[in-house]
């Protein structure tokens, strides 16, 4: 009985992760939750989320601002921009490359590379506009 209640309260958190389409902190996630199923812990939804992750069904960015886990619906390995004004993590449309050459550099200085995540810093699309719409205002002023 209790496997059952953790398996729905894992597809629970799996789906709040898919339905948030972008790269929530487990904060997020569990206020998400918290806001229909007043009985989940936060343990809970943060022990689903390191387990989901860890099963590849989500994918994780840590190395950016505060350091603060942001999770991913796509599992697969991907690019991220961090935008250096509001602190959102996005995904950057470039292609990934594992680049083997830099693997071969890492093992001649005999460390074994394991993982690695690229990160881009920038402005992301919402703050650039909002950066031209204060522009064009103080214009008119
Ligand atoms: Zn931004
Ligand atoms: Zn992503």
């Known amino acids: ?3 059952r209640r953790n398996t729905l309260q894992k597809e629970l958190t799996y789906e709040a992760v898919q339905a948030f389409c972008g790269h929530p902190s487990a ?6 939750i918290a806001s229909k199923h007043s009985t989940i812990s936060k343990a809970t939804v943060y022990r689903n989320l390191a387990s989901l992750y860890e099963e590849g069904r989500i994918g994780k960015v840590t190395s950016v601002g505060s350091g603060e886990a942001h999770y991913d619906h796509r599992a697969e390995r991907h690019v991220h921009g961090y935008c250096r004004k509001c602190g959102r993590v996005v995904d950057v449309d470039v292609s990934y490359n594992s680049s083997p050459l830099i693997e071969a550099h890492a093992m001649e200085d005999g460390f074994e590379l394991t993982s690695h995540e ?3 810093e920038g402005i992301c699309r919402e703050c650039r506009d909002k950066e031209k719409k204060n522009g064009t205002e103080r214009i008119k002023n």
């Open 118 to 120: 690229l990160i881009f």
């Open 1 to 3: 009985m209790k496997d």
């Open 27 to 32: 904060d997020d996630i569990y206020r998400i």
